[in-house]
């Protein structure tokens, strides 16, 4: 297939870029009137839908290594997820780029899946020869698909920049798996959000280059204004904290011996996303909003130490109380928002977000993986909706903090080796925030692991 002669343009369909989300929105605040201060427009809306899939790509690449090295029984079902996000991709790409486009993107980014494979089977066979023989492949890979974004956006991405970012990329993913494979499972999760995090500049870089060539397509609309990077921001905590809360329930269940790592992950996320609270609606706001999100972690633990004991009356019990914590969460983001965001349909969106981890638990446990990872995607799917609603709703009550000029440049999107998204230092990494049921996952571990032996 000649690849470069099938970048023909065809018309747009944002409708296939675009999940369903299924979530309340804020009765459309903050989606209407001026582009630049408005986060849902059509050039926000194609960055939202390239960063879901590029970011949950990453996510599946590692939960995919670490089961393909342990011999889980889910791999199949993991790596099933993966092509079915690699398919998603190439689909988006080819309703820009066309049919042959999008059937030479997915040859192409399925082959560096493939390298991934080949990387892990070597590594357990103990080849460094084979593993050498992957790396170089991968090498391969990142300059072949550079090529194809620079010809595709007719250069608006370059190829030598474009290396740089996708050698990241794969960094990111083999130092995951070297790290969960020598057991330092405090980089291993490191890692693991670094990669979540940096596929959100090549998301906002290439929505970028599209929208720059198809103007028209997008109502002359802009990916980078600071709506829509607020959006961004919050779609990233959001859905990392769907992907993480989900692999450490797993964890915890198989007693495994990243769970403490995959814990306290989570709970750095929990701590990002409060700072991110506390940004705009100041210390205090933050602090509750963390004292009530962590809750409803410690909830879903109870739920998993229950039904590691078998005890259906205290599932019972941590079920009454996330049902609880939905309606205090609700209240709270009304409050806040000033009634931009209704309890009431806060409610729904938080009984989906339950409703979607706890079926993904429920069927990981029961062994019905084909239901767990399709779940999973939804779940991750799902949260940016939350992350638009919720935007939405503070650029309509905060609108001359975002009420900024449209930039000529094309942004600094991380398509190099920096993987930045332009994020509030308030919401970058953190060190702190362990859960604090993170002792009940210890306890339930070891009792698994010793019943086990």
Partial sequence: MNWKKAMIAVPLSVGLLLPAYGVANAEDHGTHGDHMTSVSTPASDLRASLDALLSEHAFLAVVAMQKGIDGAEDFEQAAGALNENADDLSAAVGSVYGDEGGAAFKEIWTSHIGYFVDYVTATAEDNEEGRQAALAELDEYTVEQAAFLDTATESRLKAAELEAGLKMHVEQLVWAFDNYVTGDFDKTYENLRHSIEHMYAPGKGLSWAITDQFPEKFENTSVDTPAADLRADLNHLFSEHAALAILAMQK????AGDFEASAAALGGNTTDLSAAVASVYGEEGGAQFEEIWSSHIGYF???????????????????????????EQAAFLETATEGRLKAEDLEAGLQMHIDELLKAFNSYNEGDYETAYNTIREAYAHMFGVGEMMSGAIVDQYPDKFAHDMPSDMPNAGMGGAATTGMNPAIMWSIAGVISALVALTVIARRKASNQQ
């Fill in 252 to 255: 915890g269940i198989d007693g």
């Fill in 301 to 327: 633990v109870d739920y998993v130490v229950a039904t590691a004991e078998e005890n259906e009356e205290g599932k019972e019990m941590a079920l009454a109380e996330l049902e609880e914590y939905k309606v």
